[in-house]
């Protein structure tokens, strides 16, 4: 799975408040650089997100920075720059451009480094989406090293959000419960998932979606495992689900189509060879879910 190495040795807001102000200009920090919501990388075979602090040096300004942590003993600074800041790298060849989803699936980065640039492009996120105090309305104002937002109106602060999903492989005797979005790639089919509400519990919140989105009774629960997905910030809570009903009725508000498949099916798409159906990319949790229910 994408996203769930992170080799720091984290900030947090219970942690040295200067943090930033004493290492921003260390001329040895590690620079995670995002121009929008993109990262900069150093290109190479793999390249690197962790670029040397003489990259500020190219940039005219930038809009926020974020003490992230050590990485054996060197300051690691996510610093995000706007949009268009994009255009100072694409023409020179040491440099790569990309989302967060295609470095995972392209493997432009070693694995240890995308919990890191999911980190900061996380982080950096909720910056960009909490200038204003949700109490009152004023400004809020950088703290903790960024970590947190303090608002001198009110006096609230706020810390960064991670949004819960439930991700669930839902499994009836040999056949698993997958379904598809019209934004999903050509033939894949994937895990049904949904948000957890406020109040819920985990198990209670698998047993709603699957109802809400497929019709479909689901009992016994287990947690499995959990992944990042910074898709701006969420987890991803992956559990299994053993199904009471058959029948599927679609919510087609939230599903294009949703079906039951065999073993035989997943174990194709997981190969690739499957003549109408696609697994999920294997830097999903999705995909890891059917393998744990292959066996493999």
């Known amino acids: ?52 602090a003489s990259v500020l040096n190219r940039l005219p300004a930038y809009q926020e920075q ?111 419960l997958l379904g598809r979005q019209s934004r999903f790639a050509e033939k894949m089919y994937s895990c049904l998932a949904g948000f957890l509400e406020p109040g819920e519990t985990i198990e209670d919140a698998v047993r709603r979606e699957v109802f809400e989105e497929a019709g479909v009774r689901v009992g016994k629960v287990r947690y499995l495992a959990s992944q990042p997905w910074p898709f701006p910030s969420s987890i991803m809570i992956g559990c299994a689900g053993e199904a009471e009903t058959d029948d599927i009725v679609i919510d087609d508000t939230e599903l294009e189509d949703a079906r039951w498949f065999t073993r035989d099916d997943i174990r194709r798409m997981l190969d690739g060879v499957h003549d109408e159906f696609a697994a999920p990319s294997p830097i999903a949790i999705a995909h890891h879910l059917l393998r744990e229910w292959m066996g493999s």
């Open 1 to 52: 799975m994408a996203y769930i190495t992170n080799p720091l040795v984290r900030h947090s807001a219970e942690r040295d408040p200067e943090a930033l102000s004493r290492h921003g200009k260390d001329p040895n920090a590690a620079i995670v650089l995002l121009a929008g919501d993109l990262p900069v990388l150093k290109a190479g075979e793999p390249g690197t997100g962790l670029l040397p």
């Open 66 to 176: 974020v003490f992230l942590g050590f990485l054996q003993d060197k300051p690691v600074i996510a610093t995000l720059v706007a949009p268009e800041a994009a255009e100072l790298f694409h023409d020179d060849p040491d440099f790569v451009v990309e989302n967060l989803r295609a470095i995972a699936v392209r493997d432009l980065v070693p694995a240890q480094e995308l919990g890191t640039l999911a980190m900061a492009k996380s982080l950096l996120d909720w910056h960009a989406r909490h200038r204003f105090c949700a109490n009152c309305g004023a400004p809020t104002k950088h703290a903790q090293a960024g970590f947190r937002r303090d608002c001198a109106a009110c006096g609230a602060q706020h810390f960064p959000r991670t949004d819960p999903v439930v991700i669930m492989l839902v499994t009836r005797g040999d056949k698993c």
